[in-house]
């Protein structure tokens, strides 16, 4: 095995552990605070926020991971009142398509970035506490409005790279499901990824179901997609778990999980 190929499978085995441990959560609070913690070894961040936000968007709890009580303060502060860099006010709800709900804010001391000159915030939170660049990943209810956002700080001068952004928006997806769920009250436990269906022989409707469970849904999400009886998928999945030789979703995901994600 080469470099290359035990780094990209070394790496496909911290995704996997991190969507099963993001999907064994029980609360959105919890499942966000795992996230920031199985994140550190893939995006390597120096400092992390996390924001919970109400039904109107304010925001209503926080998590901090290196980030000093006075520091969370002056954040809120320019959050709410820095009417020059409004992109990062939050005074209502925010609804995003799933293009936006990653952001990243490399060089924030690029002085050809004239928007940031001339923020309060960027010049009175962001710089003296040398923050160079930033990533922000949104989680939305089912209604699509954003009730917790993630921030990544480096306060180094490494810039977040293509490579693990794109990784990020790989697994977004699923991890806004299992997400979604929790905010729904459905306590549901790790989920998997998508198989190559045909070599199990599965039919029409399991492949159906096993694209929707690669998706992060529940049972009781997938009858209603499918309009079918929660039983009657249940039973499909009887089906497919027999037919792939495996016991439960986290052998599913663990049996094709390089099969989908392109890292």
């Known amino acids: 095995m080469s470099t290359s190929e035990f780094q990209t499978a070394k790496q496909m085995e911290q995704v996997y552990q991190l969507l099963i441990r993001c999907g064994s959560k029980r609360t959105p609070t919890d499942f966000c605070v795992q996230l920031v913690k199985d994140l550190s070894g893939l995006l390597l961040y120096d400092q992390a926020r996390v924001l919970f936000l109400d039904k109107s968007g304010k925001i209503c709890d926080r998590r901090l991971f290196g980030v000093s009580e006075q520091q969370w303060k002056d954040f809120m502060y320019f959050y709410e009142n820095d ?3 409004v992109k ?3 005074r209502e709800p925010l609804h995003l398509p799933q293009n936006e709900k990653i952001t990243v ?7 050809e970035e004239a928007y940031k000159r001339e923020s309060v915030f960027v010049d009175n939170y ?3 506490l040398r923050i160079y660049h930033s990533t922000g990943i949104g989680f939305s209810d089912q209604e699509n409005c954003i009730r917790s956002i993630v921030v990544l700080d480096r306060v180094r001068d490494i810039p977040f790279l293509y490579q693990e952004v794109e990784l990020i928006k790989a697994i977004h997806p699923i991890l806004e499901n299992y997400y979604i769920d929790l905010l729904l009250g459905e306590n549901i436990p790790s989920t998997p990824l998508q198989p190559r269906k045909q070599a199990y022989s599965l039919t029409k ?3 159906e179901i096993v694209e929707l469970l690669m ?3 529940t049972p009781t999400r997938i009858s209603q997609r499918l309009v079918i009886s929660v039983s009657t998928v249940y039973r499909h999945i009887a089906n497919i778990y027999e037919k792939c030789h495996v016991t439960n979703r986290q052998e599913l995901y663990r049996l094709f999980a390089g099969q989908q994600l392109k890292i």
């Open 126 to 128: 962001v710089h003296p």
């Open 88 to 90: 990062h006010s939050l």
């Open 83 to 85: 009417l020059l860099f």
């Open 205 to 207: 409707r399991e492949s």
């Open 105 to 111: 804010h490399n060089y924030w001391y690029d002085p």
């Open 215 to 217: 998706e992060g849904l």
